[in-house]
Nanobody, 125 residues
Framework: QVQLAESGGGLVQPGGSLRLSCARS????????MGWFRQAPGKEREFVAA????????DYAASVKGRFTLSRDNAKNTVYLQMNNLKAEDTALYFC??????????????????WGQGTQVTVSS
């Protein structure tokens, strides 16, 4: 069994920053990629960003490109999402996910096998 635990969410003012963490534990395996998704009230879950576990490849949704940055620490089995210049529209429940197998499109949620419970990010003055 694989567990993903997100942390780092909270309340921040517009223009502020947060760093989310996603720690992976349980059964040992190397995912092909880790992704972040978010879901705002009344909206569908949407892709935020993804990072390869073995290369420098990353991918970002257009809405966050230039503001959010992914990084990872393989030794700690942890992925980080640095979020800068946050906007009210970034308010959502943020989930991390892990994909076991290679995919040509990590923006699709169905390629991920494991999901965390989510951490709430609220951007408000």
């Amino acid at each position: 069994q694989v567990q993903l635990a997100e942390s780092g969410g909270g309340l921040v003012q517009p223009g502020g920053s947060l760093r989310l963490s996603c720690a992976r534990s349980g059964r040992t395996f190397s995912p092909s990629a880790m992704g972040w998704f978010r879901q705002a009230p009344g909206k569908e879950r949407e892709f935020v960003a993804a990072i390869s576990w073995s290369s420098d490849w990353t991918d970002y949704a257009a809405s966050v490109k230039g503001r959010f940055t992914l990084s990872r620490d393989n030794a700690k089995n942890t992925v980080y999402l640095q979020m800068n210049n946050l906007k009210a529209e970034d308010t959502a429940l943020y989930f991390c996910a892990a994909s076991r197998y290679y995919s040509s499109n990590y923006a699709q949620d169905y390629v991920y096998d494991y999901w965390g419970q989510g951490t709430q990010v609220t951007v408000s003055s």
